[in-house]
C-alpha cells in the first residue's frame, strides 16, 4: 500500500477534517473516496468550470451525450465512431461526384 502526503493550508486541512467527521468520514477515508471516484469516472468527480464558455462547452457536451444515448451509439468504441466517420465522407465524396 502507498502512502500519499499532500500540503495543504492547515485551516483547508481543519475545515474538511470537520466537514468529513460530520459524515463520519476521517481525512484518509474521504481521500480514499474522491481517488476512487477519479477512477470510475475516469476524471475529476465534479465539474469544473472556469468561464462562461467552458459552462457553454459543458452543456453542449452533456446535449450530445444525450443525444448520443437516444440514437443508441453511446456506447461505440473509438474506432467504431471513426469508421462511421470514414464511411460518411467515403459518402459524401461519391454525391459530390454525381
Known sequence: MAVL???VDDELKNQASAIFEQMGLDLSTAVRMFLKRTVAVEGFPFEMML??????MHKLITSIQKHSEEIGNSEMTLDEINE????????R???EVK
Open 5 to 7: 502526503q499532500v500540503r
Open 51 to 56: 468561464t462562461e464558455s467552458g459552462l457553454r
Open 84 to 91: 462511421e466517420i470514414r464511411l460518411a465522407r467515403e459518402e
Open 93 to 95: 465524396r461519391r454525391k
